[in-house]
Nanobody, 122 residues
Framework: QVQLVESGGGLVQAGGSLSLSCAVS????????MGWFRQAPGKEREFVAA?????????YYTDSVKGRFTISRDNAKRTAYLQMNSLKSEDTAVYYC??????????????WGPGTQVTVSS
């Protein structure tokens, strides 16, 4: 079983920055692609970013965060990160860490963390 735990959410002013972390634990010898999704109040959950396990860590982003968010990972620490800069009020959402076998737009989506709240005040 795979467990994901997010940290780093909070309240920030528009234009500011936050960094999220996601640690992978549990009984697994597999190497996983990792990603982030978010869900704003009254909206559907949406893909934010993903990074593959191998291949130099290929990255994928939804258009609205390109140039502002950066996903990365530390394989030795089994941790993924989401650096969020130039935050906007529309980035306010619960952010979920995900893991799975493949990275891409909308992936991975096999395992989910409980989520961490990010609130951007305008």
């Amino acid at each position: 079983q795979v467990q994901l735990v997010e940290s780093g959410g909070g309240l920030v002013q528009a234009g500011g920055s936050l960094s999220l972390s996601c640690a992978v634990s549990g009984r697994t010898n597999s190497n996983y692609a990792m990603g982030w999704f978010r869900q704003a109040p009254g909206k559907e959950r949406e893909f934010v970013a993903a990074v593959s396990w191998g291949g130099g860590g290929s990255t994928y982003y939804t258009d609205s965060v390109k140039g502002r968010f950066t996903i990365s990972r530390d394989n030795a620490k089994r941790t993924a990160y989401l650096q969020m800069n130039s935050l906007k009020s529309e980035d306010t959402a619960v952010y979920y860490c995900t893991a799975g076998r493949a990275a891409g737009y909308g992936l991975p989506n096999e395992f989910w963390g409980p989520g961490t709240q990010v609130t951007v005040s305008s």
